[in-house]
């Protein structure tokens, strides 16, 4: 059973920084890329970062406009985690943020840990 379950979301005032991590379970998780969305009340979801895994070319990534020079996405696969460094967050940043995976079973999302960015 493929599980996903992000933490780490939270009030943060403009400028600051999270890290949300997301642990997976119930596949082999260095095998598969990774992906972090968001969703803002009233908008679509949308996918801002994402992680190849480190085999058998390393262990890309890749980043929306939106987050690109503020957000790392990084992977430990010892931990079977994923992690998502926020820095220089702007109330535009305030959202759900999901963790989610796409394998041959099918498409895996968490439940999401909300972000709020305000002062």
């Known amino acids: 059973q493929v599980l996903l379950v992000e933490s780490g979301g939270g009030l943060v005032q403009p400028g600051g920084s999270l890290r949300l991590s997301c642990v997976a379970s119930?596949?082999?998780?260095?095998?598969?890329?990774m992906y972090w969305y968001r969703q803002a009340p009233g908008k679509e979801r949308e996918l801002i970062a994402t992680?190849?895994?480190?085999?058998?070319?390393?262990?890309?990534?890749a980043y929306a406009d939106s987050v690109k020079g503020r957000f790392t996405i990084s992977r430990d696969n010892a931990n079977n985690t994923v992690y998502l460094q926020m820095n220089t967050l702007k109330p535009e940043d305030t959202a759900v943020y999901y963790c989610?995976?796409?394998?041959?079973?099918?498409?895996?999302w968490g439940r999401g840990t909300q972000v709020t960015v305000s002062s």
């Open positions: 989610n995976t796409l394998i041959d079973s099918g498409n895996y």
């Open positions: 119930g596949f082999t998780f260095s095998t598969f890329a």
């Open positions: 992680i190849t895994p480190d085999l058998p070319r390393g262990g890309f990534t």
